[in-house]
């Protein structure tokens, strides 16, 4: 909001109240004061310097302190830190403070100090502003410590949080955070429902804490707590940041499922708020989905279709295509292309392991025809060291993917094939069982009858089998047939021959 919606909303409140009894010395008065203010913001893009000296001029006309003064103070400030004038800017700061007690209304002077200090946050590049901002909080919180204004003092305190984990001064961060925590409870030590927003950026700044700290024991906790704050309306960055971090604790637990859920959380909330954090959030869930082993592309829901084609996130939509098409050549290829990608710390940690899961498919593609082979020629067709060639095979074996043995020595691998055994057994348990029919119906049992051969002799599925057995028989040394009792003598007679099957 600029400062001519600050003025005129502020004017709003007041109403409109014509007066026709005033001085015409004091109108004339607040005339002057008011073109010198828009004179000067003319100025600023042109002739900033110029305009600094117009804002501070500002302050001089007015016989007290009042809302014009306020607006050229703050003005000159902004332009001084732009300026790199940061000891002017802190000592116009500290003026600008002391006209928060009754210059202007508490809420306008609240608005007016966040959007300074946002101003400052944004625009701190090096150690000087840095240590102009935290100036800037160092005085704000004295002056509002006096006026009894929590919310600000909360915020700013927030602020300084956020100052010391940039400069990764974790033992203040720690400290500050312990007392932000304290106000933000009940006497009982339970979070105050009315301070819930307060509470998420307070979570949030411990758990990015954390997690830089690598400490997922404290991250979780802390994870799963804010996630239970349900008082709050928080802004959606605030959101993004917690689910980001929650996605990169379940990523250093393999809890792939998990992590994507959060990083797509982490993105819509990013997205939402307009941050640019967005981009990289979407990186990592693009990541996510390799590591996931899914063929679902990630650029098919609704919030992310419109990033397919964004060119800062080209190299990450070629790499899940080519993971999911199995081009291992494609792959390294956006790699090698794309060093600026291993930028990202927390990519770089992870890549590595989406680029073994694609070496491992194309090495078991490509040994799939072959019962012998060397590790070179491997490594060869897939450019990759011999060492993660032996790498890969020995984890294949081990996880019983491949049956084979590494001749260390020659380089070489042998796959057992078995495919001959495999018949061969098939083969003898088909013997076994031909052999168990014939023992049962010809030596232990009655043998068929002439009317049940004519019967069996009409079904040719019941034929063939005979025919095989009898083929069984003839490899004993015996023809085909079986011995009957005797009906007159009760009791086994001579062997008696069946009429042979034909077909």
């Known amino acids: 909001m600029s400062d001519d919606e600050d003025f005129m909303q502020d004017s709003d409140q007041d109403g409109y109240d014509f007066e026709y009894e005033e001085d015409d010395e004091e109108e004339s008065g607040d005339v002057d004061i008011e073109n010198k203010y828009y004179n000067a913001k ?21 016989t007290d302190k009042g809302d014009w003064g306020f607006k050229g103070l703050k ?27 009754n210059a202007v209304t508490r809420n306008y002077s609240e608005k007016s100090i966040n959007n300074i200090l946002d101003y400052i946050e944004k625009g701190s590049e090096d150690e000087a502003a840095t240590h102009c901002m935290e100036e800037f909080y160092s005085q704000t919180l004295q002056s509002f410590q006096s006026t009894n204004n929590e919310r600000l003092w909360l915020k700013t305190n927030i602020k300084l949080s956020k ?68 008082s709050a309306v928080p802004h959606p960055k605030i959101m993004g940041i917690i689910r980001e971090c929650g996605g990169k604790m379940h990523m250093s637990e393999e809890n792939w499922k998990d992590a994507q859920s959060d990083f797509f959380e982490s993105f819509r909330n990013y997205d939402e708020a307009g941050s640019l954090q ?8 693009v990541l996510t989905t390799m590591l996931m082993k899914s063929d679902i592309n990630p650029f098919e829901s609704q919030e992310t ?13 070629d790499l899940v295509d080519a993971y999911q098409r199995d081009d291992i050549h494609q792959y390294e290829s956006v790699l090698n292309t794309n060093r600026d990608l291993m930028s990202d710390p927390f990519i770089a940690e992870n890549i ?63 796959i057992e094939d078995n495919s001959d055994a495999e ?15 014939y023992q049962t119906v010809f030596a232990d049992g009655e043998g068929f009858k002439t009317t049940e051969v004519s019967q069996m002799n009409e079904d040719p599925n019941i034929g063939n089998l005979m025919m095989l057995g009898g083929a069984g028989s003839a490899a004993r040394g015996g023809s085909w047939g079986g011995l009957h009792k005797n009906k007159k003598g009760g009791k086994k007679g001579g062997s008696q021959m069946l009429p042979p099957l034909h077909g």
């Open 75 to 101: 003005q000159a400030i902004k332009l001084e830190f732009k300026l790199g004038q940061y000891d002017k800017a802190v000592e116009h700061y500290t003026e600008l403070l002391t006209y928060v007690k």
């Open 278 to 285: 967005r981009i990289q959030v979407l990186k990592y869930l």
């Open 423 to 437: 018949r061969l057994r098939a083969m003898q348990q088909w013997t076994a069982a031909i052999g168990s029919l």
């Open 305 to 317: 279709k419109p990033y397919k084609n964004d060119p800062r996130i080209a190299a990450m939509t």
């Open 42 to 62: 003319q100025m600023k893009a042109t002739d900033p310097q110029a305009a600094i000296e117009e804002f501070l001029g500002v302050p001089a006309l007015e």
């Open 163 to 230: 100052l010391f984990l940039d400069r990764k001064d974790y033992s203040a961060v720690t400290k500050k955070i312990r007392e932000l925590h304290k106000a933000c409870e009940r006497e009982d030590g339970t979070d105050d429902p009315s301070k819930g927003t307060y509470s998420l950026e307070i979570y949030a700044l411990e758990i990015q804490m954390y997690a830089e700290m690598k400490n997922n024991k404290q991250l979780k906790r802390l994870y799963e707590r804010a996630l239970k704050v349900r």
């Open 352 to 414: 590595d392991e989406v680029t073994r899961n694609m070496r491992t498919k194309a090495v078991q593609k490509l040994i799939a025809p072959y019962t012998r082979f060397h590790l070179a020629f491997i490594g060869k067709a897939l450019k990759i060291p011999v060492s993660e060639v032996q790498d890969i095979i020995g984890f294949l074996i081990v996880d019983k993917k491949v049956k084979g043995k590494i001749n260390q020595q020659d380089g070489t691998v042998e």
